[in-house]
DNA sequence: GTCTATAGTGCGATAGAC
DNA sequence: GTCTATCGCACTATAGAC
């Protein structure tokens, strides 16, 4: 597990996004006028990664289905068979990516013992995850603010939800004297993590003109967070 | 030095969001109708934070000027008296920031000699400066792939400007043995010290919700980066 | 200097042919 | 299932009264 690089992850965790396009498909939630599965699915994978780089560059508001029409090369009524609304698009994009998510973190056993390796399987699960989807991650970050009430509270659970995640390794790590970390400083640490997690699909642009990979961001940041808080017993 | 804190840095800095808008009027690059210079400056403080607020909340894009007008309780027509173009607004208030930006960064000297010293300055400076412009510099995050070319280019920059400051204190640090950095983790030990003041801007709600106060996270995130930093020697 | 009224544009969304 | 053509609306921006 420790040595787990991202061609690993990818290779255990990998949904296929088709396969999460055939589930939206069969979402009685939303109103995908296409019969045919194939053709759907086949139509919606382009419509999304369309939509997420377009939205990436210029907004998703600043996007105009025109804008979306001429990069998927489907006309704007062939864009209506596969969302009711621009905000529906919206919304199943979101969705979209939730469930992956969900999908990839049930799969992950929190097997570990050891607390250290907890920490680090952590660290690399979260880094992998925003890696594989990372123009999703990037999307709901920048958009979040735009977003529908009910959007942007899943936004902040979520986010409230992977700083817990952190503050209870910790604790327990502190507890058993394994980490060396302040009591009040808890969750502003568990919060570093996470900011540091975040940096790297917020400004994947500089890190990828530096050359620089996942696997070597991955050990870079558990390193680092290693050195904020293990205890001085280590040696 | 040592012991500045936020109050201090406002004493010693504090720039007249009025002083600025003032320069803003006289400059000629822009088309400001009005010619009272009292009125101008008034309305245009009122412009800006209506602005900021707004977008802030929704996306620049999103916002109408018609939101603008009622904010500001301005009509539509006298709103274009401080500005010909929506574009130019966002002009100018991405200036306005960079204007407040170089006059605090002028007044900051470059004083320290004890090279620990001159790492905790710069944190504590760009901590301060972000949370007195707090709105001002999540905006500018949120908005810069939005904005035209030539303001992006402008952003990028800064960005590895600044990274740039604080990779010439660790390298500076690195010589003199005082800090202990791997020779290939030098910039991304940069991007991360980045990384963990750029978080209190981006998530200020989380930490304003939890009642942390900017002078608590700057003491954290001090400590935590010579915990990454210094040599073990240091003992 | 500020207002109201409106011109002109491009958007999201739909209708109906194929 | 996909297309073209078009409706209605909300936006940015302007004109002209006060």
């Known amino acids: 597990m420790t040595a787990m690089t991202y061609d690993d992850f990818k290779k255990t965790f990998m949904l296929s996004v088709e396969d999460i396009c055939r589930d939206i498909c069969r979402d009685q939630q939303y109103s995908i006028k296409i019969k045919n599965e194939d053709v759907a699915v086949k139509n919606l994978v382009i419509i999304f990664n369309a939509t997420l780089e377009l939205s990436n560059r210029k907004g998703f508001q600043a996007m105009s289905l025109r804008d979306l029409s001429e990069k998927t090369e489907l006309s704007l009524g062939a864009l209506y068979a596969y969302f009711s609304s621009k905000e529906e698009l919206l919304d199943i994009i979101m969705s979209q990516g939730w469930r992956i998510?969900?999908?990839?973190?049930?799969?992950?056993?929190?097997?570990?013992?050891?607390?250290?390796?907890?920490?680090?399987?952590?660290?690399?699960?979260?880094?992998?995850?925003?890696?594989?989807?990372?123009?999703?991650?990037?999307?709901?970050?920048?958009?979040?603010?735009?977003?529908?009430?009910?959007?942007?509270?899943?936004?902040?659970?979520?986010?409230?939800?992977?700083?817990?995640?952190?503050?209870?390794?910790?604790?327990?790590?502190?507890?058993?004297?394994?980490?060396?970390?302040?009591?009040?400083?808890?969750?502003?640490?568990?919060?570093?993590?996470?900011?540091?997690?975040?940096?790297?699909?917020?400004?994947?642009?500089?890190?990828?003109?530096?050359?620089?990979?996942?696997?070597?961001?991955?050990?870079?940041?558990?390193g680092s967070i290693e050195k904020m808080v293990l205890s001085d017993a280590r040696y």
């Open 101 to 222: 998510i969900d999908k990839a973190l049930t799969r992950q056993i929190a097997g570990e013992k050891d607390i250290r390796e907890m920490l680090r399987a952590a660290i690399k699960t979260h880094l992998y995850l925003s890696e594989m989807l990372q123009p999703w991650f990037f999307f709901s970050f920048m958009e979040a603010k735009n977003l529908p009430g009910e959007q942007i509270k899943k936004i902040i659970r979520s986010e409230l939800f992977t700083e817990k995640i952190f503050a209870d390794i910790l604790q327990d790590g502190a507890n058993k004297g394994v980490f060396s970390i302040r009591k009040n400083e808890l969750m502003l640490t568990a919060s570093l993590i996470k900011a540091i997690l975040q940096d790297w699909y917020l400004k994947r642009w500089k890190y990828v003109r530096r050359g620089e990979t996942i696997d070597e961001y991955a050990r870079f940041a558990i």
